[in-house]
């Protein structure tokens, strides 16, 4: 989860500063309060990806914020459930255990 950044940004700064070129970030969920999508969009992280699990301004947010949609998903789990069919299916086989 990303509330302000502050931790992910100290954090990449020390990769950086380790010699990474790049840094890429993601996250389930994103908060952004106050100013947090300035203090991501004036850092050197490269970019940042959430999931639409908490609303995302998208006329505040800066470019380098991506909003991967789960609704499709997190639907076709709950009908899978509520019809007793496999969950496992919805992820073509991955993550199986058998």
Same mark, same amino acid.
């Given at each position: ?9 100290a954090?990449? !700064?020390?990769l950086l500063g380790?010699?990474a070129?790049? =840094?890429?970030?993601c996250? /389930?969920?994103g908060?952004? %309060?106050?100013d947090?999508? !300035?203090k991501?969009?004036a850092?050197?992280i490269?970019? =940042?990806?959430?999931?639409n /699990?908490?609303?995302v301004a %998208?006329?505040k947010r800066p ?6 949609p789960v609704?499709t998903l997190?639907?076709?789990?709950i009908?899978n459930?509520f019809?007793?069919d496999s969950v ?7 993550n199986?255990?058998?």
């Amino acid at each position: 989860m990303i509330v302000t950044g502050g931790t992910l940004i100290a954090g990449a !700064e020390a990769l950086l500063g380790a010699g990474a070129l790049e =840094v890429y970030a993601c996250a /389930t969920h994103g908060l952004f %309060p106050g100013d947090a999508f !300035e203090k991501l969009a004036a850092s050197k992280i490269t970019q =940042v990806t959430v999931t639409n /699990t908490v609303p995302v301004a %998208p006329i505040k947010r800066p470019d380098k914020i991506d909003v991967l949609p789960v609704t499709t998903l997190l639907a076709e789990t709950i009908m899978n459930v509520f019809s007793d069919d496999s969950v496992s299916a919805i992820f073509a086989g991955e993550n199986q255990l058998f």
